[in-house]
């Protein structure tokens, strides 16, 4: 590993904490920290390695940040998920670059599966969700009302996943340059 990425881990790390902290205590990711978590990310990836293609340099970070970013916007989009979240993964990924952002798009979405579920215990609610899954799939082939389907949803920090999966990915990198 060189010293640029490094200092990119660093930057993400107390990024992601950061973030954890704030989407916990409360539900929003800032974008004081996501913002210049993509402009350093960028930034020392042109200076340390130029241009660069598919796998290095600020081809990478860009490519790797739009495809984290595109991942989420259909949730966001959807008020199921915030922005925060889309760009915390757009920093993830421009930090990370490609291949690695490949692994962190991978465990995010284990971990965030994994913390659905544990969430959904905890709280008691795995036949309160199941039943409201089976209202919407009702609504939509028009067996029930509209207004029958609507619950009230639960918060969950994916900013969490985001971090546990990153780090994750990030290990599984060291690991495999070791």
Known sequence: MTPSHIALWIVLGVALVISVGTDVLSRRILDVVTYPLMGVGLGVRWWAEGVGGLETGLV?????????ALLLVPAARGGKMGWGDVKLMAGVGVVLGFPTV???AAF?????ALQ???TLVWHGAVWETLGNMVR???????????GTANAPGRHIP????IALGTFWA??????KLG
């Open 102 to 104: 490949m692994a962190a």
């Open 60 to 68: 990478s970070g860009v490519v790797s940040g739009v495809g984290m």
């Open 136 to 146: 919407r799939w009702a609504v939509r082939v028009r067996l029930l009302d509209e």
């Open 108 to 112: 995010i979405s284990l971990v965030g």
């Open 158 to 161: 994916y900013g969490v996943a």
């Open 116 to 118: 659905a579920v544990v």
């Open 170 to 175: 990030m290990y599984w990198q060291h690991d």
